[in-house]
């Protein structure tokens, strides 16, 4: 398979044998749409594909975590599963012709690609934090809110929150940074009655999420969700991925009752080795083997506690 040159980095295979031409590229997803349409904003199903690319404060890391994009979307998939009665924004991936099955997804990419209908997309990551950590924590010290959002005097990095909240950002094209807004932002980007379905929504899969993974002996922290509406019933649909490790941050709750409120699966490990190893100039420096091996191992060991594969 030949590979897409974009941005400088090479970014997808080519499948325009498989009916699939590539149609945009981003940190770690890429987006394939039939050939025979015209493009991105024009089609109604695209092949989602997740690859093994990292990033990290805005940039694509080299070199990739292996298996990390079968990982993402068998994650995904999982999670897609248990929230049913939550329109997402899945599609069959198979097509019945008499008693032949043929699978649309091709050999190429199978395991990592999920088929899914477009969807006029919500300009906002709907993001929930049950503990106070990453960004929230810096802002925390800064203001005592989050995203506007008040709270209790006298917390610490880490501390449960006495109850979720609700702290959106604004999706920044590429190449730009996200970033955090209040929800009477959001009410001016998408209107009231849609923004507050959006937090309704990210709340409470938030609360269904957490209690899974409490039964499993895991702490989801935060994690971030994306919707659109259905182009044709206007219905609000999640999309993306969901709950996956680049979107949420779990902790192990046997660790976090000892004390121990830093060892999340996901990739904070490369944060921070970044952090100690680069001061945010310039290009980002390869990743040793090392910390490559080490997040991947975080990245399965999260799937097989929560799937129990």
């Not at 970033?179 to 899969?205: K, P």
């Not at 509406?229 to 680049?246: K, M, Q, W, Y």
């Amino acid at each position: 398979m030949r590979a897409v040159l974009n941005n400088g980095h090479v970014d997808a295979l080519d499948l325009t044998s498989d009916g699939w031409k590539h149609a945009y590229s981003g940190k770690v997803r890429d987006l394939y749409i039939d050939t025979a349409t015209r493009d991105l904003a024009s089609a109604t199903r695209v092949l989602m594909v997740a690859s093994d690319r990292v990033s990290a404060f805005d940039h694509v890391l080299s070199p990739g975590i292996p298996g990390k994009g079968e990982l993402l979307t068998t994650l995904s998939l999982w999670w897609f599963d248990r929230l049913r009665g939550l329109p997402n924004h899945l599609i069959a991936d198979h097509e019945l012709h008499g008693e032949r099955v043929d699978d649309l997804i091709p050999d190429a990419v199978a395991g990592r690609a999920m088929l899914a209908r477009t969807l006029d997309m919500f300009p906002i990551e709907c993001v929930v934090r049950g503990y106070l950590s990453g960004s929230g924590w810096l802002e925390y010290q800064r203001t005592q809110s989050v995203c506007g959002v008040p709270l209790p005097a006298g917390l610490s990095d880490g501390d449960r929150l006495p109850e979720p909240i609700y702290t959106p950002a604004y999706k920044a094209p590429m190449g730009e940074h996200d970033e955090n807004i209040s929800f009477e932002r959001t009410v001016d980007l998408v209107g009231a009655e849609t923004a507050e379905a959006l937090r309704t929504l990210s709340l409470d899969v938030f609360s269904r999420a957490s209690a899974i993974a409490e039964e499993r002996g895991l702490i989801l922290a935060d994690t971030k969700f994306e919707f659109g509406a259905n182009r044709d019933s206007g219905v609000i649909t999640l999309a993306d991925e969901v709950l996956t490790s680049d979107s949420s941050r779990y902790w192990d709750a046997a660790a976090y009752g000892s004390g121990n409120r830093t060892d999340s699966f996901d990739k904070q490990i490369v944060r921070n080795w970044l952090t100690a190893n680069w001061d945010r100039t310039g290009a980002p420096p390869e990743l040793p083997g090392d910390i490559v091996e080490q997040t991947a191992a975080r990245y399965r060991e999260l799937i097989e506690r929560l799937t129990g594969g």
